[in-house]
């Protein structure tokens, strides 16, 4: 089997790259418009399929030299164009959920295959802890849908943050991007409500530690595991507290012991901690909807759990319903599946249907009371959701 139609096609791409970009002199600053027209006006979904490119990582050879061997960023990502200057990737998403972040690198992603949800952010600085850790506000400045062809713009830094939730699998982007910008570094991640943190990628001595700490936890060394984490604590400074602690509350299920670890955490690094256990408790909410996401499978519910994870602000999600489906009535939809979610036998999971149906309450909250009795709705422009939906009233005592 032969890789030739992606060969061809991506040489031409990198070339047409070089050339458009040599046109700006090599500015970094302008690769983001150079990759995202060259995707524009040659997108890769009229020129090679999921199985073109599959054939070309399987049996081209040698390959093009291959970045992040780890696979931290793709299910797996392949490269297809390498040269010092700037790649080009092909990712491979099977996972659903990529975290909100920022780049050290310019450039475009441009979907092949599959539909994402997308998601742009803004991150206002009110403390900074560290260069590794800041603390601020994270806000949703945009909601929006992308389908096969679509094509978006990547700016290096914090005037670009985002996030995809990827509703197929597989979905496939493919990427131009340069290599390193290192002047946007650290590359954050952020986590709702407000912690934009480094997450360490590169730090091989906190990784080992944390693989040893999951180690522990899966040869049932509870005890073991406890002191050492708090050991660990004593020893690091803020920044590196958060990451153990958020180690710990994947491994350590039990609320006292999570609590006793906070408490300690408070000990050593102030109300930080008290910070940090908002932080957690948001994540593990989030946690807890992606693996009921993952457990549902496709479909219009794996739509919706993705809508309840990803977008905190009522408005948007009948945006994005309306948009997905047309000619249907959002409400009315939000009603369907939060009926079906119930009937769900979330036990393996370590869930249950009233757990599972506190984020939508929280969502359809926001508007306050309804007003309007017969439909059980607020239909207000800004808000526009329930205050109590009857689908959800059934589900929180569904157990």
């Given amino acids: 089997m032969s890789g030739s139609i992606c060969t061809n096609y991506f040489a031409r791409l990198a070339a047409d790259v070089w050339k458009l970009w040599k046109e700006y002199q090599y500015d970094e600053a302008a690769f983001s418009d150079v990759a995202l027209r060259m995707l524009t006006e040659d997108p890769p979904a ?35 164009h390498w040269q010092p200057e700037f790649r080009i990737e092909v990712l491979f998403w099977t996972s659903t959920v990529i975290g909100i972040h920022q780049h050290a690198f310019s450039g475009a992603f441009h979907l092949l295959t599959g539909s994402s949800l997308h998601t742009v952010w803004d991150f206002k600085c009110e403390e900074r802890v560290s260069s590794q850790l800041l603390l601020g506000a994270l806000d949703l400045k945009k909601a929006e849908l992308l389908g096969v062809g679509d094509t978006t713009a990547i700016i290096a830094g914090n005037r670009f943050i985002h ?6 699998r597989p979905t496939i982007t493919v990427v131009i991007r340069t290599n390193s910008e290192k002047n946007h570094l650290p590359q954050y991640s952020y986590l709702e409500p407000f912690i934009a943190y480094d997450p360490i990628h590169g730090n091989a001595g906190v990784r ?65 901690a008290e910070s940090f256990r908002l932080v957690l408790d948001t994540q593990e909410q989030r946690d807890d909807i992606r693996r009921i996401a993952e457990k549902i499978g496709h479909g219009e519910l794996r739509f919706f759990t993705g809508l309840l994870r990803n977008i905190p602000k009522s408005g948007e999600i009948l945006k994005l319903i309306r948009e997905r489906f047309p000619h249907e009535d959002p409400l009315t939809m939000i009603d369907k599946w939060t009926a079906d979610l119930s009937r ?20 359809l909250d926001e508007c306050g009371p309804s007003t309007n009795p017969q439909a059980g709705v607020n239909r207000d422009e800004d808000n526009a959701l329930v205050s109590k939906s009857p689908a959800v009233e059934h589900a929180a005592v569904v157990s």
């Fill in 163 to 168: 996030a995809t939730y990827h509703l197929d």
């Fill in 344 to 363: 769900y036998d979330l036990s393996d999971l370590g869930l249950s249907a009233p757990s599972l149906m506190q984020p939508i309450r929280e969502l």
């Fill in 208 to 272: 080992r530690r944390l693989q040893l700490l999951d180690m522990l936890s899966s040869t049932g060394r509870d005890e073991e595991l406890l002191d050492a984490i708090k050991c660990l604590l004593d020893d690091v400074n803020h920044h590196y507290a958060f990451i153990y602690l958020m180690e710990a509350y994947k491994l350590i299920g039990d609320e006292t012991k999570r609590n006793l670890l906070l408490s300690w955490a408070g000990s050593k690094h102030g109300s930080l």
């Fill in 46 to 80: 009229d020129q090679v399929s999921f199985l073109d490119v599959a054939k070309f990582g399987l049996f081209t050879n040698p390959l093009p030299f291959q970045t992040d061997i780890e696979s931290i960023f793709g299910q797996p990502p392949l490269t297809v």
